[in-house]
């Protein structure tokens, strides 16, 4: 699904991503082992994609409650991240990095790398925001390393926006 949304991203097809979105989670739905946290998820990741960040803190949110629940620590990740964005979106960076911290020193089988080196990214984000430069770059040096390790072309592209974002907060 995220894969799918992103390739209509980038093409420039925003009015797919609802129906692309509602019929993976009616698919989800009809399965024999359906996932409302799952479902939450998407709904989360797609609301911060159409600039709803009120309804992508939600999903979230109740996403994350029913995924450690359900034992699903992929999406338990990517709940985590979208809740972090959710927060970006909002101002409220404190609590965003909190959630990167989740991201990043989670442990055991939730100790996922590469969603490490997102929590890496969202750190990096919100201490931005607040004007903490040093901090975003070295937040940005931990998710480097990961995501070149994986030859994962895309996180970087993210991560040099990030790098902008920083070098424009450091001239201000």
């Not at 709904?43 to 999903?59: G, K, W």
């Not at 939730?110 to 080196?117: G, K, M």
Request: net charge positive.
């Amino acid at each position: 699904v995220s894969r799918q949304l992103a390739l209509h991203l980038k093409g420039g097809r925003w009015q797919k991503i609802g129906p692309l979105a509602e019929w993976s989670i009616a698919q989800r739905s009809r399965s024999k082992r359906p996932s409302l946290p799952g479902n939450n998820y998407y709904r989360a990741y797609y609301s911060r994609l159409m600039l709803q960040p009120e309804a992508a803190r939600r999903d979230a949110e109740l996403a994350i409650v029913g995924l450690a629940d359900a034992l699903d620590p992929e999406r338990l990740a990517g709940a985590l991240l979208e809740s972090g964005a959710a927060a970006i979106y909002r101002g409220d960076f404190e609590f965003a990095l909190r959630r990167a911290f989740e991201l990043q020193y989670r442990r055991g089988r939730y100790a996922i790398p590469r969603w490490q080196s997102w929590g890496a990214w969202l750190e990096a984000v919100a201490r931005c925001h607040l004007g903490l430069v040093d901090e975003a770059d070295a937040a940005l040096l931990r998710a480097r390393n990961r995501f070149e390790d994986e030859g994962y072309v895309g996180a970087l592209a993210d991560l040099d926006t990030v790098t902008l974002l920083v070098q424009r907060v450091r001239l201000a």
